[in-house]
């Protein structure tokens, strides 16, 4: 037995592994600036399927009301690109997302994620495919080399054995979110929390390996295209490509290499395809 903090200041004591297989539900964590750039794709998402599989929460940084609104958790963190706030607010996602006792699956995603399958389907790939918190590399090799340089500044006073930069975006089982949030006051302390340090791609892997958290290295959820471009000024873009279009032949793509998920297709995106049939 171990005991949480919620949301409301009261403290509960929970029971790690008691639900039935078929009773775990999967949690998405949405770390949002408003809920999803594709609101009515998501909608229909969550709306045609089991409704006691999946639970939704959403960190949103405007709290403006939407469709999605009564899902927005109570405590939110006032974030900035880059810093550790990131990894604050996605500890209370998490802290949300454990008051219920069934939530075994905690999956990230963010407001330009983009479903590849229905969500009965992608409930039966998550639990089909990652049986422990499973993370993946960061897709862009120039973005990886610069994100460790840069957090090598961000962390004071310990010393971790390796750096490595791996996709935010990953799949976390419960008793291993429940030691995350155990230890997050303490692991907290060592990171820099008011300059750009990316600590969303290093702290979940690089304190797991610390704590213990039997993870492996896996599919990763997400597909993002990192592919190497430049700004009107010559300098490498630091961010993936949002879509203009994404259609027949990208969801085929993405489904092929095992993703659940696409990122980065925004308000203005040609949707030419529905991925729920």
């Not at 008051?99 to 039966?124: A, G, Q, R, V, W």
């Not at 799949?171 to 030691?179: C, G, S, T, V, Y």
Request: hydrophobic content about 35%; some cysteine; glycine content about 4%.
């Amino acid at each position: 037995m171990i005991s949480l903090v919620l949301q409301n200041g009261q403290r509960e004591k929970l029971q790690v592994g008691t639900p039935q297989y078929d009773m775990k539900k999967v949690a998405f964590l949405n770390l949002s600036l408003h809920s999803f750039s594709q609101e009515r794709v998501w909608e229909k998402f969550f709306s045609e399927g089991g409704k006691d599989s999946f639970n939704l929460y959403i960190h949103s940084k405007s709290k403006k009301e939407c469709r999605f609104s009564d899902y927005y958790i109570d405590k939110s963190i006032t974030t900035g690109w880059g810093h550790f706030s990131l990894v604050e607010a996605t500890i209370e996602l998490i802290k949300a997302a454990l008051e219920d006792e069934y939530n075994e699956y905690f999956s990230l995603i963010s407001d330009s994620h983009f479903p590849l399958y229905t969500l009965d389907k992608t409930i039966s790939l998550v639990k089909d495919r990652y049986k422990k918190t499973t993370f993946a590399k960061h897709f862009s090799f120039h973005t990886k080399a610069k994100s460790q340089l840069t957090f090598r500044e961000g962390v004071k006073n310990y010393k971790f054995d390796e750096y490595n930069a791996v996709c935010q975006f990953f799949i976390l089982r419960r008793k291993d979110a429940i030691k995350f949030v155990e230890t997050f006051d303490h692991w907290s302390k060592f990171f820099v929390k008011d300059k750009v340090i990316f600590a969303d791609e290093f702290y979940f892997w690089g304190v797991g390996k610390e704590i213990g958290v039997d993870f492996e290295m896996g599919q990763a959820t997400t597909y993002s295209d990192w592919s190497i471009r430049k700004d009107e000024f010559g300098k490498i873009e630091r961010n993936p490509r949002a879509f203009k279009m994404f259609s027949s032949k990208m969801l085929h793509f993405c489904r092929e290499k095992g993703f659940l998920y696409s990122r980065k297709i925004m308000p203005n995106t040609l949707i030419t395809i529905n991925p729920f049939i």
